[in-house]
């Protein structure tokens, strides 16, 4: 079962959404696979640091964040990706890189590629490494409210 806050969370809001469980997986193209979700519609959570401060990149599951897009879509000075040690505990009732791209639930701010926007679904990883959970992409935006800019590299 999806992490009890993420599901509490989108079940007040009204959501409409799709659980989906697979064999154990822990890299998104692996994952997408197992649960039979386009790839284009996975989306990875990754966690950055902006000047200093956790945010989530939320990306297609085959691309790279490109660290350069993202500095210029959040408008900070320095951007990278973060270490494991940076967050290990941020996310509490999630399995490490298990992370959802909800970010507002965990008080951390939330970068989604405008590739992800392209799909009316978004399918990602529900805090576990054996459950996917999709839902509209308006779902996911109207209430992660992400900034929405290029994260990854050009075609």
Do not use: W
Not at 64 to 88: H, M, P, S, T, Y
Not at 117 to 143: G, P, Q
């Amino acid at each position: 079962m999806p992490a009890t806050k993420l599901k509490d969370f989108l079940d007040a809001n009204g959501v409409k959404y799709v659980t989906i469980h697979h064999s154990v997986a822990y890299t998104a193209q692996e994952v997408a696979a197992s649960a039979h979700v386009r790839g284009k519609e996975m989306a990875k959570t990754v966690v950055v640091r902006l000047d200093g401060q956790l945010a989530l990149a939320v990306v297609p599951a085959a691309q790279k964040v490109d660290v350069r897009r993202l500095k210029e879509a959040a408008g900070a000075a320095v951007a990278e990706i973060a270490a494991e040690q940076d967050f290990r505990t941020s996310f509490p009732e999630c399995d490490l890189g298990a992370m959802p791209p909800f970010g507002n639930l965990y008080g951390i701010p939330v970068y989604a590629d405008t590739r992800l926007a392209e799909d009316e679904e978004i399918a990602f990883n529900a805090c576990s490494h054996t459950e996917v959970m999709r839902l509209a992409f308006k779902d996911f935006e109207r209430l992660a409210q992400p900034k929405v800019a290029p994260l990854t590299f050009a075609r």
